[in-house]
């Protein structure tokens, strides 16, 4: 019971407690049946609401809820039942006693269990106004800034972003509001590498604001920054100044420009105010009148040069907009003067007026010009003084100046010069040529022709300039000119010599190949030209006979009738010695070219008077017919060539044509003297002994040394088939020396075998004679053989003889001082006279076979080889006649008391063996002294 009655009390007192906090409560507590009406209220539906709570007892909810919101309150209600959820937070708009809206934020919970409904309300009324209040200040705030033109952001003293405008998002790439709580280094992490993170750090900690301007790499823009302290961190707005920066720095560049310009002008400028005061100058100016520019500026211009009163002069037309140009002197520091031209302009700045002046220091200038009047002066002088022809002609080409040079070389006055035009005074000027706008400017030794007064042509060497306008038009011809005549007569007297025979004056080989090209150029198809190849067949003998002067004579003579008989459109040319060539062009082929040959024949066969003794040249004529035996010149000569030897060696005053077989040949020809070069090395050469027969009494006297070539494949070669090519190509020399080696030291093998002194004749060519070594070889050879020198006769040719008379009669002279003894080979067959021997100490003439072989038919020849023989021996000449080839001819040799014979009558030449076989026949030679 008493356990009963303490719970009571506590139940009791534990809701009178209850009921306390309850009415105490400033929320609202209301208790709803299943049906929605007020079961209870608290006391703070009063102060709430306006209601005793005793009022609400008993009412539906409804009553304090707003109308707006009957509807929700029911769905709360309806899903609090289904108990899902149990409870639930809202905000209510509630009507006050008043009429009054109150918004309460209300929570109600469903019990099941006691089928009740428990509502809380709290009256939030002012505090949603606030709220609401500021959000309406902060949206205001927000559209301010962010329709303001900067960048704007906010951060802490902790440096996170507070606050930060679109416009500060959009410049490092971010939203705005999302950054917004962020560290700054987070959201724009290239500040670390900007300066302004530090201008940020000092406001941050200085709380002093700071403005300045940044270029911000990372979008490469110039941005002017101001920081302002705002609570404990910063606020910052910033925008792009990168144009205005860029104008600036133009700005500042073009003023960089100008005053670079003002200063590096080349000429002096000031700068002068109304009163005359110079308030600037450049650096030129400072140089030339040697001031500097703190002691210019506060000068007066007057100081230096103009002077207020001048200056006022200049004031109306410079006011008028006109810049006056004077001449003046002018005044430096250092006292000295200067004549300069200046330019005064007038301008205004800022309404102050100022003058320009720009001196121009014509020092230079009027020292240019004397210099130029002084240069004009001396050219003048030197025109005036030069040998050489001074022309100035102008675009017309008339002659606008001239000097005293070419008035003498043209033969004209000064005056009646300067109405000429230059195609007038030159033969042919290439004036219209040199019209041309993209001709020259020079014309660098030019040849021309003057025409002088008096109608003959002067050659002058012509320098000329000429001056050109923008477009290429001529000016002006300015031109000097020598006199060249002189020159140009020797060049071509020069070029004479060089085509053509000094002589005759007939084309030379040179010409010759260029004329012969021309023709077969122009040789039209079926057309033939003939190349004919001359060789005198008397020249020789009238050179060596009469001398060259006589012989000159002779070829002059040729080449004048070679001329009237030949066409001016031929060609005749002299090779030289006496090869002459014609070329003809003969329309009929050879029947035209055998008609030209016989003419050319008839007119060398006529007698030619040299010397007072009527000659006959005769010529061998070799003819080569183009096209058909070659068609180049060279080979057209070369079987021209080639025909005329041929022509020769048929017996001379011929001519041959060209024929193929000739060739073979000349190839035959040709192939000996390949195989000739290593015969005397080879061995293949041997000496034939031919036995030379003392006519008083049968006796045998000697023997001349004949020379045998055993060719490996021809087998013997004659020696008319190869000593004439020997003595062409030299070898002559070598086998020459071999023969006389050989001879000799055969020879003093005989004597030594048969105890006798026999007798050698060894021939010796002409170029062996010319050797300046060849006594000392015949010196050598003699005592290397030991052969007695009278054992040794050397046989010499007429033409050999008189190849050098003074320098062969000396050799002869050493020779006979050797002791050995000198013939004279083939005599008669040259022009050579017995008197003309006597210049020579010659012992033996051998008398050529073809005056002994004419015996038979010509009983004169008797006579004459007596007369011979008698006149020899007067001039203590021995008399050997050659080819005996009969006893008859014997018999007369005998009878004309010729001393001695050879011949194939008496022994033909033989081996050494055979003349072993002879010698024992004949007995012994005799001793010459026996
Ligand atoms: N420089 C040198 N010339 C030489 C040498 N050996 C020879 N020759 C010269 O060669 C020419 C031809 O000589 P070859 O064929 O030897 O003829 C000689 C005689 O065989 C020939 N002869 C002699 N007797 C007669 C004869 O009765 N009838 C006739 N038809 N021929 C005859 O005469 C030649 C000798 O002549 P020559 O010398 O003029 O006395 C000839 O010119 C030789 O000179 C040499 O070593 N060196």
């Known amino acids: 019971m008493n356990t009963t009655l303490a719970s009571t009390d506590a139940l009791a007192q534990l809701a009178e407690e209850n009921a306390a906090l309850i009415d105490n409560a400033l929320d609202l507590l209301v208790v709803l049946d299943p049906a929605g009406r007020i079961l209870r209220a608290n006391a703070a539906a009063r102060a709430l609401l306006g209601y005793e709570p005793d009022q609400l007892v008993g009412q539906h909810y409804n009553a304090i809820v707003h109308p707006d919101q009957h ?53 939030i009324t002012e505090q949603e106004r606030a709220r609401e209040g500021l959000e309406r200040s902060e949206a205001a705030l927000n559209s301010m800034l962010e329709s303001i033109g900067d960048a704007f952001f906010a951060i802490d003293s902790g440096w996170r972003l507070t606050y930060a405008n679109q416009k500060a998002g959009d410049f490092v790439g971010v939203t705005a509001a999302a950054a917004i709580g962020h560290p700054l280094l987070e959201i724009a992490p290239d500040l670390r590498h900007s300066s302004s993170l530090p201008r940020y750090q000092r406001a941050m900690e200085t709380r002093q604001p700071d403005a300045f301007e940044v270029f911000w790499e990372p979008r490469q823009v110039w941005i002017e920054v101001r920081v302002y302290p705002n609570g404990d961190g910063i606020s910052v707005y910033f925008h792009e100044i990168t144009a205005k920066r860029e104008a600036e720095q133009a700005l500042r560049k073009s003023e960089q420009r100008f005053r670079k310009l003002f200063n590096q002008a080349g000429d002096a400028i000031m700068i002068v105010d109304s009163k005359m005061d110079i308030v600037s100058v450049n650096d030129r100016a400072c140089a030339r009148f040697g001031y500097r520019y703190d002691e210019f500026v506060g000068m007066q211009a007057a100081d230096v040069c103009l002077g207020r009163e001048q200056a006022r002069e200049l004031l109306p037309g410079l006011r008028a907009g006109h810049s006056q140009l004077l001449r003046m002197q002018k005044r430096c520091k250092d006292g000295s003067t200067f004549p300069a031209e200046v330019q005064i302009s007038r301008f205004d700045d800022d309404g102050e007026e100022f003058f320009l002046a720009v001196i121009r220091d014509l020092s230079d200038r009027e020292q240019a010009e004397r210099q130029l009047r002084e240069s004009e002066q001396r050219f003048r002088e030197v025109i005036e003084m030069t040998p050489a022809g001074y022309l100035l002609a102008g675009r017309d080409g008339a002659l606008e100046d001239a000097n005293p040079a070419l008035c003498a070389l043209s033969g004209y006055p000064r005056e009646m010069l300067l109405a000429l035009r230059l195609e007038q005074l030159f033969v042919s000027f290439p004036w219209a040529s040199l019209q041309d706008p993209d001709g020259p400017t020079a014309v660098q030794g030019m040849e021309a022709v003057l025409r002088h007064r008096n109608g003959y042509q002067i050659h002058v060497l012509f320098n000329g300039s000429i001056r050109r306008d923008a477009a290429g038009r001529v000016l002006s011809l300015t031109g000097l000119m020598a006199d060249i005549t002189g020159r140009k007569a020797a060049e ?35 057309g033939a030209i003939a190349v004919m190849f001359l060789d005198l067949d008397r020249f020789k003998e009238v050179n060596d006979s009469f001398g060259h002067e006589m012989g000159d004579v002779l070829l002059c003579e040729v080449a004048a009738r070679l001329r009237r008989v030949i066409r001016p459109s031929d060609v005749i040319a002299r090779l030289g010695g006496d090869e002459f060539v014609v070329v003809a062009y003969c329309a009929n082929g050879q029947a035209a070219a055998a008609r030209i040959a016989d003419k050319l024949l008839e007119v060398l066969t006529a007698p030619v008077t040299v010397g007072g003794i009527d000659v006959i040249a005769g010529a ?66 041997e000496l034939h002994y031919q036995p030379r027969i003392d006519l008083a009494d049968m006796a045998l006297y000697g023997m001349e040394a004949l020379i045998r070539w055993n060719h490996p494949e021809r087998g013997r070669v004659p020696p008319q088939q190869f000593i004439g090519i020997a003595e062409e190509t030299g070898l002559i020399v070598a086998i020459g020396r071999w023969v006389l080696l050989e001879a000799c030291t055969q020879t003093r093998r005989l004597m030594d075998a048969y105890r006798r002194q026999v007798v050698v004749s060894v021939n010796v060519s002409a170029r062996q004679l010319a050797l300046p070594g ?10 290397r053989t030991g052969l007695p020198p009278g054992c040794l006769e050397l046989e010499l040719t007429e033409s050999a003889l008189i190849e050098d008379i003074e320098r062969t009669a000396s050799m002869l002279r050493e020779l006979k001082r050797l002791g050995v003894a000198l013939a004279v080979d083939d005599f008669g067959t ?38 011979f023989v008698d006149m020899a021996h007067a001039l203590d000449l021995a008399v050997v006649a050659e080819g005996v080839e009969t006893a008859e001819i014997l018999e007369f040799l005998r009878a004309a008391r010729c001393d001695q014979a050879q011949g194939y009558y008496l022994a033909r030449p033989m081996p050494l063996d055979d003349l072993r076989g002879v010698i024992e026949a004949h007995g012994a030679p005799r001793l010459q002294n026996s």
């Open 830 to 867: 040259g022009y050579s006279g017995l008197a003309y021997l006597r210049r020579f100490p010659i012992d033996v003439l051998k008398l050529d076979r073809s005056f002994v072989q004419q015996h038979d038919e010509d009983v004169s020849t008797l006579g004459f080889v007596k007369a």
């Open 774 to 783: 060849f006594v000392d070889e015949v010196r050598e050879v003699l005592a």
């Open 71 to 123: 509807d929700e309150a029911l769905t709360i209600e309806h899903s609090l039942h289904r108990e899902h959820p149990e409870r639930a937070n809202v905000r209510m708009r509630l009507r006050h006693r008043d009429g009054r809206v109150v918004l309460m934020s209300v929570a109600a919970r469903w019990s099941g269990v006691h089928g009740r409904m428990f509502l809380t309300a709290r009256d």
């Open 620 to 685: 061998s004529i070799g003819i080569s017919m183009y096209p058909q035996d070659a068609q180049t010149r060279e080979m057209l000569f070369q079987t021209a060539d080639t025909a005329m030897y041929r022509a020769k060696g048929a017996g001379r005053n011929r001519y041959r044509f060209f024929e193929a077989e000739m060739t073979v040949a000349t190839q035959v020809r040709m192939a000996l003297e390949v195989s000739l070069r290593p015969a005397l090395a080879r061995g293949e050469f």
């Open 492 to 526: 071509s007297r020069l070029q004479e010599l060089a085509t053509h025979d000094t002589l005759t004056g007939l084309p030379n080989r040179a010409l010759l190949g260029e004329r012969v090209q021309q023709m077969l150029d122009a040789c039209p198809h079926g």
